[in-house]
């Protein structure tokens, strides 16, 4: 099976843009769930996706934000970007149901913002 | 109430020795704590996990060792091979508020050859 991918890799945006980032969960996987992660706060938990609606979500501004498509994949999108947006994001995929706790990560989206 | 303390937050072992990783955790919601391995310009690869009905799990050079009563679970690396040399994360999972993996700070691993 092909892991979890995101586009893109890498991305250089401005203050006061937006951006938005996209994950495809692994072939059978419906739950999708995104991470902040920064050299000063850690791995930080963002939102969960299931069944194309938000099931949790973390302690983040609004201006996070994401959706579910019908095919489980995700997309996050982030609203007037400050410089401490500057992260990579994660998004990790489960099943949600026999072993939902296994998630599993894709290799993340590095974020600047200048 | 979220929290999840790992120490230390550097290591380095001599190859052939042993790695422990050492995590606390607070909320009793938590009942799957799993360990992530993450090497540069890698997203975290799930490594081993417990829940707590069971005090160890193994698996190859990898052991969790798990505390109810203290609320503290470890992770061993035995036989530390250069390969190893990456940053490890433990996490905790639960139900209801805590449906989330919430992770510790990070132990950066360096094996010396």
């Known amino acids: 099976k092909a892991g979890v991918t995101q586009t893109p890799r890498y991305l250089i945006k401005t203050r006061g843009q937006q951006v938005t980032l996209s994950c495809s969960p692994i072939?059978?996987?419906?739950?999708v769930s995104w991470y902040q992660q920064t050299p000063g706060q850690g791995l930080q938990f963002l939102f969960e996706?299931?069944?194309?609606?938000?099931?949790n979500k973390g302690n983040f501004p609004g201006r996070f934000s994401g959706r579910q498509f019908s095919n489980s994949r995700s997309e996050m999108n982030v609203s007037t970007l400050e410089l401490g947006d500057s992260a990579l994001y994660l998004c990790?995929?489960?099943?949600?149901?026999?072993?939902?706790?296994?998630?599993?990560f894709g290799p993340g989206t590095r974020l600047t913002v200048t | 109430q979220q929290q999840v303390k790992q120490s230390p937050q550097s290591l380095i072992v001599q190859k052939g020795g042993i790695s422990i990783i050492n995590c606390a955790y607070e909320?009793?919601?938590?009942?799957?704590f799993p360990w992530y391995q993450q090497f540069p310009g890698k997203g975290p690869a799930l490594l081993i996990a417990?829940?707590?009905?069971?005090s160890e799990k193994k698996e190859g050079r990898f052991t969790i060792s798990f505390n109810k009563s203290a609320k503290q679970f470890s992770l061993h690396i035995m036989d530390s091979q250069p390969g190893d040399s990456a940053t490890y994360f433990c996490?905790?999972?639960?139900?209801?508020?805590?449906?989330?993996?919430?992770f510790g700070s990070g132990t950066q691993l360096t094996v010396l050859p």
């Open positions: 417990i829940r707590p009905d069971v």
């Open positions: 072939s059978g996987h419906r739950s």
């Open positions: 996490a905790a999972f639960g139900s209801g508020s805590a449906r989330q993996l919430t």
């Open positions: 990790a995929s489960s099943q949600r149901t026999g072993t939902p706790y296994e998630q599993y």
């Open positions: 909320n009793t919601a938590f009942d799957y």
């Open positions: 996706y299931f069944s194309e609606t938000q099931r």
